[in-house]
């Protein structure tokens, strides 16, 4: 099994995927969270920084682009291809109100014969393999059959899927029906995506598709950064551990350049997820969730892990 950890824009920019991978290796691939270019293919500075292979030494990182135009996606992709990437990822899932409309990211499902012109241009002359990352549809997993005969047309090297169509967002159930059925009709390998928070999740997936060969998750990694490891059949995350990533995540980022502002946005963010394993975490979550420098973070992140309520098996649910 090959284990991905899915991009999430906010949380796992390259100061985090790198010690991640340090401290916590259990995830195969990473991808970078998308890539936006603008109708001339360019991209703003801090984006591109993310993924300059300098920043990302030792990881095995795929880039994704989020765009509806074949052109800008074709220029961004030969720039990557001249830094070192050999793949690239399209995101077809994206399900904001403010991309779905400019038939980007999921937004790129409403429309399926231009879906299938979009394709066909950025197969024949990008110079990199292409991965893409698609939800299941736009209001119902009903409609991936027909979006799925597209895909079949192209040699996407990985096919992975978001159990979920946009209306869903991040909350509705995934569709393992659904899902399973793609898996049989897809020409390409699909990668599983949603919802695995815990070993008991992937153990759901896999019996419904028992040669599944490989699985994304997200925020159940954001929550939990051993996740991986456990899925792999290894220890659950200690509490020691968790606060040296922590303390060690916040260093990260100021020697990356990160402002103290940016670096204390991220690190909340990240304690959105990560906070579930602190059941009965009381005030010290709001003394986080309030802080406004990182001495005052610090101070709530010490109280956390001084209150005894860490249990790691108190997974994020969604
Ligand atoms: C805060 C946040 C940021 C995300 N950013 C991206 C992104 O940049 N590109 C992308 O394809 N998906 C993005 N996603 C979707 C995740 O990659 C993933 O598909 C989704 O969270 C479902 O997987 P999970 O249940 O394992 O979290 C994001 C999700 C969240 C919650």
Redesign the pocket.
């Known amino acids: 099994m090959r284990f991905i950890f ?6 796992t920019a390259f100061p985090f995927r790198r010690l991640h991978a340090e401290l916590f290796p259990g995830a195969d691939t990473y ?1 970078a ?2 890539l936006a270019p603008d109708g001339s293919g360019r991209c703003r500075a801090g984006r591109l920084r993310d993924i300059l292979p300098e920043n990302n030494q030792g990881l095995q990182l795929i880039p ?1 682009i ?1 765009c509806g135009k074949a052109e800008p996606f074709l220029i961004l992709s030969r720039e990557l291809a001249a830094m070192g990437y050999r793949e690239v ?1 399209l ?1 077809a ?2 399900p904001s109100a403010t991309v779905v409309p400019k038939h980007k ?1 999921a937004g790129l499902l409403l429309d399926l014969s231009a879906l299938d012109d979009f394709l066909a241009e950025v197969f024949s002359h990008c110079p990199m393999e292409i991965s893409v ?1 698609t939800r299941l549809g736009i209001t119902s997993p009903a409609e991936f059959p027909a979006i799925l005969e597209i895909y079949n047309k192209y040699p996407i090297v990985e096919l992975t899927i ?1 159990a979920r169509d946009r209306a869903g967002m ?1 909350r509705s159930q ?1 569709d393992l029906a659904a899902f399973a059925a793609a898996v049989q009709c897809s020409r390409n390998p699909v990668c599983y ?5 815990a070993p008991s999740d992937l153990a759901a997936v896999q019996a419904q598709i028992p040669d599944l060969g490989s699985v ?7 929550a939990n950064p051993a996740l991986f490891r456990q899925l792999r059949g290894g220890p659950a995350l200690e509490a020691g551990e968790l606060r040296d990533f922590l303390f060690r995540l916040e260093s990260a980022y100021l020697a990356a350049g990160y402002s103290e502002q940016g670096t204390l946005a991220r690190l909340k ?1 990240l304690w959105y997820y990560m906070i579930h394993m602190f059941p009965e975490s009381g005030r010290s979550i709001n003394r986080l969730n309030k802080a406004q420098s990182l001495s005052d973070y610090e101070i709530a992140v010490r109280a956390l892990f001084a209150g005894n309520c860490f249990s790691p098996s108190a997974a994020f649910v ?1």
């Open positions: 899915a991009p999430m824009e906010g949380v991808y969270p998308f994704q989020l990822n995101n899932g994206c990211g990352k978001h991040y995934p995506n949603g919802n695995i928070f994304m998750a997200g925020r159940g990694a954001a963010e969604g």
